[in-house]
C-alpha cells in the first residue's frame, strides 16, 4: 500500500479521490474539458554529437551495462512499451540487469504490463521496484489491488500517457525500447524481424523525452532501418539480445471471430444500429479493437457496406485481417493502426503505403493541437461495467479487483458516437449496474449501449434517438435492461467490502484524476 | 450413517453450472461450504438459497459443498435437489423455483414453426439466452444429447429452466425419453406450462396415445385445462410406413417432424448433403402431415458451419411442402427463417389474389376472379397464409391493403 501520506476529497463527477500521489500534487476531475494546463512542455537535456561516436555505433554488449551507462540510480523512472504485449521479453530482463546492479527503488512507466510481467512481482517485493505506473493486466493488478504495492499505482490511457510524459508530470530516466529491427544508430521499426510487431507508436513519447533512451533489439541490421518508426537521433545505445519478445504470444497468426451466438448479436446490432443511424455514409469513419464482438462487427459492417456501395475514408484500428480486408477490397481508403494484432496487419503495414501507422501523440493526446479520436464518426469499445447514467468502467471487476488496464479506451470515448458493445452479464455478474464500481469514462461521453438484450441509447442523444426511432431495432431504456438483468442474475448483485486505501488512482485524458481503486481484502 | 452424492459440472472451463456435493449425516445440522466465482455479489444468497433447498426436501443434517462457477439460482437449486435425490431416491419432494410471469404465456395449435432449437437439457449455459435469437421453438432436450447416467440432473434442470427461463416467445418445448423413460420425464414436465412435447423414434400410434393419456392424468391431478401439444418424430423405416397412423393418432399433435440421422442408418443408407436416400421418407412425412391436417418439420442441419448448406437444405424442405426445420445453433435461426420466407415474387401475387378474395366475399360473389382467371379455393388458402407468413416476418407491412385502396 501507499507509502505516501494523501488526503482525499470529492472531485466534479461525485468520486472520492487522492490530492497528492506518490507525494506530488494531483489534480480532481473537474469535468470534461475544463481543466486548462498552463506552462511549457517538458524537454529532455540537451545532447551533442561530440558524445556520440561519429560512425553511429551505438552497440553495447548488454542490458546491464547499458543501463549502468545510462546512469541508473536508485528511485529512477524507467520505461518500457507493449508493443509485444503477452510476448514481451524485455521488460523482465530490464530489472533483473537492475536487480543485479542493486539499483533499489525504481518506478516501473510501462505503457502496459500483462501476465507474461508477473516476474516483476518478485523485485517489487525485494525492493527493486517502488511501484508500477501504467496498465497493470492480471497479476500484477491482482497485486496491486490487494495493497502490496509500496507506491500507489497510476492508470492513464495511452493518450494520458503520452500527454504525462510531455507535460512532465512523469519525467522518465532511462527509456528501454525494444525493437524488432534496429541499427547500430538506434533507428528502429517494428515491420521486420522474428518479434515484428507493426508499429512501435507507444514508444514515441518515451524516444522523444526520456533523458537516456536505449533500444534493444534482436534483429540488427546495418544502417539504414527505414522507416525508421524510433529515430535513432533519440537513441543513447543499442542492445542486441537473443531474443527480445514470443512472436506466438505478441500477434496472433489467426485473430479469430467469436462462435459464441450472444457475442454475435450484439455485434450485429451493433453494425445495424451504425447502418440505421445513417453514422454508415459515404466518407465515413470508424474505429474497432482486437475483441471478439469488434472483429465480428467489423464483418458485419463490412456486410452492410458491400450491400449499399458505402466506403468509409478511414479505419482506425487495432489493425486485424479484418480491416486489413477491408482497406484492400478498397471499402476503405485508409487504415490509421495505433498497433497491430496479426500477422496480415503487419504485412500490410509493411506493404501499404494506407496503411499508416499512428502514435498516441497523433491519435489520443488531449493537451495537443487536436487528436484523431474525436475525428471518428462511430467508435466500439468494451467495457466491465456501465450504469444507469451511461458510466463506464474499464479497469476493476465487480468484486473491485483492478484487472485491466484503459488502454485507448478514454481517448476514443470522444468520437462522435462512442458504442459500447458488452453482453447485458457475464456469467452471473451484471455489466449494467446502479454505479459503476470504478468510474473510468464520464457518462456524457457514452452514447449508447449494445447488449444482447437491446440497445440503450443515452438520453442526451436525441439526434440518435430520432436517427434510428422508425427503425426496428430494440432501443429500450437502459435501465429496463438492467433490471431484466438483474432478474436474471438473481437480484441485485451485493457490493465489494473494500479497505480505505487508495491502492491506484484513475487518471482522466487530461490528467486529472477521474476515480481511485481501493483496496481488496 | 453417512452417505456421499454429487451433481452437477465443476472445472475452469465450466461456465454457469456447479458443483455440489452432498454427505448425509445423522447429526449436526447443515454445514454450508461454498466457493463461487461471485462470492461477494451473490455468496449470501446462494446460502440462503441452498438452506432453503435442504428444508424444502427436509434434510437436516448434512455437509454439503459447492463449487460454483456463476450458475444461476435456478441451477443451483437444481443441482442441489439432484444431488440430495440421489442420496435420498425415495424423497419425492421437489424443490420449484418461482414460476415467472415471463413463462406463462400460451401457445396455440397453428403457430409459425419455422425453426426449432435443440438445447441439450443438462447444459445451462444455452438456456438462458436461447430465446433472444428468436427461434420460433427452443427444445429443452431429455433424449439424445444427455448422458444416461445425468438423465435425472436434467429433468430437475429442465423443470426448473421451464418455471424460470425467459424464452422470450419462442414456442416451450421439450423432447422426452423413448419410452418408458419418457413416460417418468413427463411427471416433471408436464405441470410446468410445457408446450409441446416431442416424441422421439415414434413407430407407433399407441405410443402417443400412451404419452397423450399420461399427460392428460398429469394435467388432470394438477387442474391445468391448457392442453399440451404432441410433436412426434419418425426416425424409423417403421415409422415412416406408419406416418399417418401416428399423425392422427391423437388431436392434440400440432405437427410431424422427420429425423434422418437415425433414419438413414435405419434403412442401411448413408447419409449425404443431396438426400436422395431419405427423399421418400421426407415425402411421406409431408404427405401424412398433411393428410392429417398437421404441420410437416424436416429434420436437423447438424454443420453449423456451413451456411449456404443450410440455406440449400432449408429451400429444398420448403420445396418439398415442409414448414419447419430444426437446428442446434442460434446463427442457423436467420437463415432457416429466411429460407421459408415468401419471395417478393410470392407476395405480390399473393397480396393480389387476397384482395380478389376479399372483394369477392363482400360483394358476395361465389367465385373468386383474378382478371380472366378463376382462381381455386386452395390457391386462395395459400395466398391467405403467404400473405400472413410475410407479415409475421417483416416482408410486409399490417396495412398493406392501405396502398391499393384508391
Given at each position: 500500500m501507499s507509502d505516501e501520506g494523501y488526503k482525499l476529497e470529492t472531485n466534479a463527477a461525485g468520486r472520492i479521490v487522492p490530492t497528492t500521489i506518490n507525494g506530488k500534487p494531483a489534480v480532481p476531475f473537474q469535468g470534461v474539458g475544463k481543466y486548462r494546463p498552463a506552462g511549457r512542455k517538458a524537454a529532455p537535456p540537451v545532447a551533442t554529437c561530440a558524445d556520440y561516436p561519429g560512425d553511429g555505433n551505438k552497440v553495447l554488449t548488454n542490458l546491464k551495462t547499458a543501463l549502468i551507462k545510462a546512469g541508473i540510480e536508485d528511485g529512477m523512472t524507467i520505461s518500457t512499451h507493449h508493443h509485444f504485449r503477452n510476448g514481451d521479453l524485455v521488460a523482465n530482463r530490464v530489472f533483473d540487469a537492475c536487480a543485479e546492479i542493486g539499483v533499489k527503488d525504481l518506478m516501473w512507466f510501462p505503457s502496459a504490463s500483462f501476465?507474461?510481467?508477473?516476474?516483476i512481482i518478485r523485485h517489487l517485493d525485494s525492493g527493486v521496484v517502488h511501484h508500477i505506473e501504467g496498465s497493470m493486466n492480471g497479476p500484477l493488478g491482482e497485486y496491486c489491488s490487494r495493497g502490496k504495492m509500496r507506491g500507489m499505482g497510476v492508470l492513464r490511457s495511452h493518450g494520458g500517457r503520452y500527454r504525462a510524459v510531455q507535460d512532465g508530470e512523469v519525467h522518465i530516466d532511462i527509456a528501454v525500447i525494444a525493437a524488432p529491427t534496429a541499427d547500430p544508430f538506434g533507428n528502429a521499426n517494428g515491420l521486420t524481424g522474428p518479434s515484428a510487431c507493426g508499429l512501435l507508436g507507444f514508444a514515441l513519447a518515451d524516444s522523444q523525452f526520456a533523458d537516456r533512451v536505449i533500444v534493444v533489439t534482436d534483429n540488427l541490421i546495418d544502417f539504414p532501418c527505414v522507416p525508421w518508426q524510433i529515430h535513432g537521433n533519440y537513441v543513447d545505445f543499442v542492445v542486441k539480445m537473443d531474443r527480445i519478445g514470443d512472436p506466438t504470444k505478441i500477434v496472433s497468426g489467426t485473430t479469430e471471430i467469436t462462435r459464441s451466438p450472444d457475442r454475435l448479436l450484439i455485434a450485429e446490432l451493433t453494425a445495424r444500429f451504425i447502418k440505421e443511424a445513417g453514422i454508415m455514409k459515404g466518407g465515413f469513419s470508424f474505429q474497432a479493437g482486437a475483441g471478439g464482438i469488434s472483429l465480428a462487427f467489423v464483418t458485419f459492417l463490412e456486410k452492410y457496406m458491400k450491400e449499399t456501395g458505402t466506403k468509409a475514408r478511414f479505419v482506425r484500428g487495432g489493425s486485424t485481417k479484418y480491416l486489413v480486408k477491408l482497406l484492400e477490397e478498397g471499402l476503405t481508403e485508409y487504415i490509421l493502426d495505433g498497433q497491430t494484432f496479426d500477422l496480415d496487419g503487419i504485412r500490410s503495414m509493411r506493404e501499404n503505403p494506407k496503411h499508416v501507422n499512428t502514435s498516441p501523440f497523433t491519435s489520443y493526446n488531449y493537451h495537443g493541437k487536436g487528436n484523431f479520436a474525436s475525428m471518428v464518426d462511430a467508435v466500439v469499445l468494451g467495457a466491465t461495467e456501465v450504469d444507469v447514467n451511461f458510466n463506464a468502467n474499464v479497469v476493476t471487476h465487480s468484486d473491485g479487483l483492478l484487472l485491466h488496464g484503459i488502454g485507448g479506451w478514454q481517448n476514443c470515448l470522444f468520437s462522435k458516437c462512442t458504442i459500447l458493445s458488452i453482453p447485458s452479464f457475464r456469467d452471473r455478474i451484471p455489466v449494467i449496474v446502479d454505479e459503476v464500481t470504478t468510474l473510468c469514462g464520464p457518462g456524457e461521453l457514452v452514447d449508447v449501449v449494445v447488449t444482447e438484450r437491446g440497445i440503450a441509447i443515452n438520453p442526451r442523444r436525441e439526434d440518435l434517438i430520432d436517427a434510428v426511432s422508425g427503425s426496428d431495432l430494440p432501443i429500450r431504456p437502459i435501465e429496463e435492461i438492467k433490471a431484466e438483468v438483474e432478474k436474471i442474475c438473481g437480484g441485485k448483485p451485493a457490493k465489494p467490502k473494500l479497505g480505505d486505501e487508495v491502492v491506484a488512482a484513475i487518471k482522466w485524458v487530461d490528467g486529472t484524476v477521474i476515480d481511485c481503486v481501493r483496496r481488496v481484502p | 450413517m453417512t452417505k456421499t452424492c454429487d451433481a452437477g459440472r465443476c472445472g475452469e472451463k465450466i461456465r454457469s453450472d456447479c458443483f455440489v456435493s452432498l454427505e448425509l449425516r445423522d447429526s449436526g445440522g447443515i454445514e454450508l461450504g461454498l466457493k463461487s466465482k461471485v462470492e461477494v455479489m451473490y455468496g449470501g444468497s446462494i446460502r440462503e438459497l441452498c438452506l432453503d433447498v435442504l428444508e424444502t426436501l427436509g434434510v437436516k443434517n448434512a455437509v454439503v459443498t459447492i463449487e460454483d462457477q456463476g450458475a444461476l439460482p435456478f441451477v443451483i437449486s437444481a443441482r442441489l435437489e439432484t444431488a440430495v435425490k440421489r442420496c435420498l431416491p425415495d424423497n419425492d419432494g421437489e424443490y420449484l423455483p418461482e414460476m415467472l410471469d415471463c413463462s406463462t404465456y400460451k401457445s396455440q395449435r397453428r403457430r409459425f414453426r419455422r425453426s426449432r432449437l435443440y438445447l441439450p437439457g443438462n447444459e445451462p449455459k444455452f438456456m438462458i439466452n436461447a430465446g433472444i435469437h428468436k427461434p420460433d421453438g427452443i427444445i429443452l432436450d431429455l433424449e439424445d444429447s444427455v448422458a444416461p447416467a445425468e438423465k435425472d440432473a436434467a429433468r430437475i434442470l429442465v423443470r426448473n429452466a421451464l418455471r424460470w427461463v425467459d424464452f422470450y416467445g419462442a414456442e416451450r418445448m421439450v423432447r422426452i425419453n423413448q419410452l418408458p423413460a419418457g413416460l417418468e420425464d413427463l411427471n416433471y414436465i408436464v405441470p410446468h406450462n410445457v408446450h409441446v412435447i416431442l416424441i422421439p423414434k415414434c413407430e407407433s400410434s399407441q405410443q402417443v396415445r400412451q404419452i397423450d393419456e399420461r399427460i392428460k392424468e398429469i394435467l388432470d391431478e394438477k387442474n391445468i385445462e391448457e392442453p399440451v401439444f404432441l410433436m412426434p418424430i419418425i426416425e424409423s423405416a417403421l415409422g415412416v410406413i406408419k406416418a399417418y397412423e401416428i399423425a392422427s393418432a391423437s388431436e392434440n399433435i400440432v405437427a410431424l417432424a422427420v429425423g434422418l440421422e437415425d433414419y438413414t442408418a435405419d434403412i442401411g443408407a448413408e447419409r449425404t448433403k443431396e438426400g436422395k436416400e431419405s427423399f421418400f421418407a421426407r415425402s411421406q412425412i409431408v404427405n401424412a402431415a398433411r393428410a392429417a391436417n398437421v404441420q410437416p418439420i424436416d429434420t436437423v442441419f447438424s454443420d453449423v458451419k456451413d451456411m449456404e448448406g443450410l440455406r440449400q437444405s432449408t429451400l429444398e424442405a420448403r420445396s418439398l411442402g415442409f414448414e419447419g426445420k430444426g437446428c442446434i445453433h442460434p446463427r442457423q435461426l436467420k437463415v432457416i427463417h429466411e429460407a421459408f420466407a415468401p419471395t417478393e415474387g410470392e407476395i405480390e401475387r399473393a397480396k393480389r389474389i387476397v384482395l380478389a378474395f376479399e372483394r369477392a366475399e363482400r360483394e358476395g360473389l361465389g367465385v373468386v376472379s383474378l382478371g380472366s382467371k378463376m382462381i381455386d379455393p386452395p390457391v386462395v388458402k395459400r395466398a391467405l397464409r403467404t400473405v400472413e407468413l410475410a407479415i409475421e416476418m417483416g416482408?410486409?407491412?399490417?396495412?398493406?391493403r392501405d396502398e391499393y385502396v384508391r
Open positions: 501476465p507474461c510481467h508477473e516476474p | 416482408l410486409l407491412e399490417k396495412n398493406w
